[in-house]
């Protein structure tokens, strides 16, 4: 099974810190591209960093400096540390598997194992 599960949403304020995390099969994290993805309401989802088999790490640059990509090798997970949250960073977020070339590393179509998503909600 290579479908991803999330954990970790929930509500903070602005400001905050919450760390997502995106279990995987066994063998994906070293062998697989994954990404986290977000989508707010009315919106298109959205990349918001990847961290690619070869162990490159990628971001959206509203989220440079603020959030973190990182293997948990403990746990077996990729985890999301988000820092310094804000109201804009609302939304579902997506962990998403797959193989897919350099370029569309960005490119949600380029991934096909996707997790049900999970909730961040920044508010006062």
């Known amino acids: 099974q290579v479908q991803p599960v999330e954990s970790g949403g929930g509500l903070v304020q602005p400001g905050g810190s919450l760390r997502l995390s995106c279990a995987a099969a066994e063998g994906s994290l070293s062998r697989r591209d994954m990404a986290w993805f977000r989508q707010a309401p009315g919106e298109d989802r959205e990349f918001v960093a990847a961290?690619?088999?070869?162990?490159?790490?990628y971001y959206r640059d509203s989220v440079k400096g603020r959030f973190t990509i990182y293997k948990d090798s403990s746990k077996n997970t990729i985890d999301l540390q988000m820092n310094g949250l804000k109201h804009e960073d609302m939304a579902v977020y997506f962990c998403?598997?797959?193989?897919?070339?350099?370029?569309?590393?960005?490119?949600?179509?380029?991934?096909?194992?996707w997790g049900q998503g999970t909730q961040v909600t920044v508010q006062n």
């Open positions: 998403a598997v797959g193989t897919v070339m350099l370029s569309r590393t960005r490119d949600a179509s380029g991934y096909y194992y």
């Open positions: 961290r690619r088999r070869d162990g490159h790490l």
